[in-house]
Structure formats: structure tokens, C-alpha cells
């Protein structure tokens, strides 16, 4: 059954403290996309990968955001320092490159308060 | 600036009936359009899709529309039913070098059908 996978599904922090969402995608999808969810701004691209190698992370804030895939079945989303504001359910999402549609992880919950 | 568009946050409709959604976009680079549904607790999951050389395409209850002169598409769901309740995200992509490009997701439209 192949699925993309999110740990964790739910974060509370303290403000100003590192948190580090996880994502596997699915096996050999070759793109990964970051997403924010909130209520105002609805689903963000934050970041986008393909073969481990970021193509666009224009809609992360580069300050306090970091993304990386340090392997092809692992990628990451870094917040340090966190802030009430980035509190929003954060989604990744794998595809194969060539087929246009993104598979979508069940989403990591934040809040920071 | 939104590049997707869907300009109703909620619609309500009646079982057995049309559902009508719409969207609306910018970017004349956009070669593929997607529909998502979602529910609570849930990631989006893939409904529906057309390339930009077609001007619609069917799915069982499920019919997108597409009219590039008016850059314009539309999702039909017909008939209604309860369990179509969810929020429904338009998405749009634009290939370079035969290569999937972004996904740029509009903001949803809540879509409510009552027994």
C-alpha cells in the first residue's frame, strides 16, 4: 500500500523552540512538495524537490524555514525558531515527475504556542 | 498574488443534485489542471484531472471543465451525494522539458450536500 508518511501528525512547542517535520515519500517518486495549510491563505507552496535537489523554496521564509532530503526516502521541514504565526497543518506530497499528480501525506499539525 | 483562484469559500447543495465548482487562473504557462478533495483530519486526495489540450473530462460522476480562452474550469459532480461533503482545492501545474513543474492550489471551495 503505498502512501506517503508524515511524522509527527501533531506538534505543540513553546515558542521559539526547533521543531522538525518528517516525510517519506512514496517509493520512487522522484518530486516532493512542501504545503502549508491555513485557514486565510489555504494550501501554500513552501518548498519543492526533485531527485533530492530543491527547485524552488521561493514561498518558504528563508530566516527561520529550512528544507532538505538528505536521502531519496527522507525529507525534511525545520523551523528554528518557531513562532505562534507558523502555527498551520503542514503536508507533504510525492510524485514521479512526469505524471503530474501529487500523492499527499496525512499532514503534520502544529501548533505553537 | 493568486495564481488559482476559487472565489467561493462554501457551497450548499442538495442530494441528487449539480454540484458546481469553480476556478479561475492566471498563468497562461498552466498545461494541467487537478481537482482535490479533502476532508478534515485528511490529506487531499486526487480526484480528477485535464491536460490543457482537452476541453473536458469525465469520471464517473465527476466531469472538469476546462476553457483556456476564458482561463476558466469547472468541476461538476453529478448526482450530489452526502459523502461528496469536503473541501474541494483546484490545482494547476505547468510542465518545462516534459518535467512536472509546481502545483499552485487555490484556496478550496466547502462543499456541503444535504439528504
Known amino acids: 500500500d503505498a502512501r506517503v508518511t508524515q511524522t509527527p501528525r501533531h506538534k505543540v512547542t513553546e515558542m521559539g523552540q526547533e521543531v522538525t517535520m518528517r516525510c517519506q515519500p512514496i517509493?520512487?517518486?522522484?518530486?516532493v512538495f512542501w504545503y502549508r495549510q491555513t485557514m486565510m491563505q489555504g494550501l501554500e507552496l513552501l518548498a519543492y524537490?526533485?531527485?533530492?535537489?530543491?527547485?524552488?523554496d521561493s514561498g518558504m521564509p528563508k530566516d527561520r524555514f529550512s528544507a532538505e532530503m538528505p536521502d531519496a526516502t527522507l525529507a525534511t521541514l525545520k523551523i528554528q525558531p518557531s513562532e505562534p504565526r507558523d502555527s498551520a497543518v503542514y503536508f507533504c506530497?510525492?510524485?514521479?515527475?512526469?505524471?503530474?499528480?501529487?500523492?499527499f501525506g496525512q499532514g503534520t499539525r502544529l501548533t505553537v504556542v | 498574488d493568486q495564481q488559482v483562484k476559487q472565489n467561493s469559500p462554501s457551497l450548499s447543495v442538495q442530494e441528487g443534485r449539480i454540484s458546481i465548482l469553480n476556478c479561475d487562473y492566471t498563468?497562461?504557462?498552466?498545461?494541467?489542471f487537478l481537482w482535490y478533495k479533502k476532508y478534515p483530519a485528511e490529506g487531499p486526495t486526487f480526484l480528477i484531472s485535464?491536460?490543457?489540450?482537452?476541453d473536458k473530462n469525465e469520471d464517473g460522476r465527476f466531469t472538469v471543465f476546462l476553457n483556456k480562452s476564458a482561463k476558466h474550469l469547472s468541476l461538476h459532480i453529478v448526482p450530489s451525494q452526502p459523502g461528496d461533503s469536503a473541501v474541494y482545492f483546484c490545482?494547476?501545474?505547468?510542465?518545462?522539458?516534459?518535467?512536472?513543474?509546481?502545483?499552485?492550489f487555490g484556496k478550496g471551495t466547502k462543499l456541503s450536500v444535504k439528504p
Open positions: 506530497a510525492s510524485g514521479s515527475g512526469v505524471s503530474t499528480e501529487a500523492f
Open positions: 517509493l520512487g517518486h522522484n518530486t
Open positions: 524537490f526533485r531527485n533530492r535537489a530543491p527547485l524552488d
Open positions: 498563468n497562461s504557462m498552466f498545461d494541467y
Open positions: 485535464i491536460s490543457s489540450i482537452k
Open positions: 490545482a494547476a501545474s505547468a510542465h518545462y522539458g516534459g518535467s512536472q513543474g509546481n502545483l499552485i
